[in-house]
């Protein structure tokens, strides 16, 4: 595919511009009811396998937050149904037992989107109609499709680590030129079939500094930098923040690298993950790409799922 046009990614994006690109990336679309996951094909699974040289795994998963912040203001609920209180006396046979809730597409909890989270002009990727999600649950799209989980060559490019800074400060935006930067400076190539993680220094921020309204201001990409993962035929985004910037750039639009990745790439996206315990081991052994493991819940019905996914190197 010819390169495209890059704008400033400090000036707004105007309808016209993004309805251009977001026809671009629809055109480039697999095509398949499984979205972007058809690029992982069983001889790139297989190839991915190769990538285990440590022998070590690590999550890239957050916990899992019970505790009201100004980014979380609806949080996690977990209780115990069953205290042990009565295992006090040392006697007999007793089951602690628990219950977990959660908002799933929050601001503060690693989750993953299925493809019939975004609707945009009344349908879902593909021109799946929106009348298929329904008081019920979703009955298209739904996190049913990775039942299986998605495995693939994983590979991280970290943005603070390319511009020599801890974090990107709220309401920057990486580019596709940073993405290329990245790859270059950390000896890596992004292919066909991959899962790209994409680290923005969000989740540092958020321990260093405090949890803060996020929904107002955060880093993200920047809505022409998805033209880079159509073009590399990229499976699966990860973020360790919304992958959005917020506010928007782009005009009318709130969230377009949702609209873009999973509307019309088919990109089923990971938001809110943290790579602070995988960075170290990359650095160690100067190797980005690995191994990946992503199994969401069987939710049948749902838009989205908690996630815990986890690098094999």
């Known amino acids: 595919m010819a390169a495209q046009h890059r704008p400033d990614p400090q000036q707004p994006q105007s309808q016209e511009e993004f309805t251009a690109l977001y026809g671009r990336l629809c055109r ?3 095509g398949d009811s499984r979205g972007a996951l058809a690029t992982i094909t069983p001889e790139r699974l297989r190839a991915a396998a190769h990538e285990v040289r440590l022998g070590r795994s690590v999550t890239m998963a957050a916990p899992v937050e019970t505790r009201a912040a100004p980014d979380n203001p609806r949080p996690a609920g977990h209780h115990l149904t069953s205290p042990p209180e009565a295992a006090a006396d040392g006697t007999g046979l007793h089951f602690a037992t628990d219950h977990f809730s959660m908002n799933v597409h929050g601001d503060a909890d690693s989750h993953l989107d299925a493809l019939c989270h975004v609707v945009y002009d009344g349908t879902l990727h593909g021109g799946v109609p929106a009348t298929t999600l329904t008081a019920e649950g979703a009955t298209a799209l739904s996190v049913e499709l990775v039942r299986d989980g998605i495995v693939g060559r994983g590979v991280l490019l970290d943005i603070p680590r390319l511009r020599g800074v801890h974090w990107l400060e709220p309401g920057d935006h990486v580019t596709a030129e940073e993405l290329s930067a990245a790859e270059r400076h950390q000896h890596v190539r992004v292919g066909a079939g991959d899962l790209l993680f994409v680290r923005v220094g969000h989740r540092r921020r958020r321990i260093e500094a405090g949890p803060w309204d996020v929904a107002r201001t955060r880093a993200g990409l920047h809505p022409a930098a998805m033209e880079f ?17 917020a506010p928007s750039i782009t005009d009318g639009v709130d969230f377009p690298v949702h609209v873009l990745g999973v509307h019309a790439l088919g990109l089923h996206l990971l938001d809110y993950l943290q790579f602070e315990d995988l960075v170290p081991l990359c650095e160690a052994a100067d190797r980005w790409s690995f191994l990946c493991v992503v199994a969401p819940l069987r939710l049948p019905h749902a838009t989205g799922s908690p996630v815990n996914p986890i690098a094999i190197l």
Do not use: H, M
Request: glycine letters at 4%; hydrophobic letters at 40%.
């Open 28 to 30: 480039l679309a697999t």
């Open 229 to 245: 993962l159509a073009e590399r035929q990229v499976a699966v985004l990860g973020c360790d923040s919304n992958n959005d910037t």
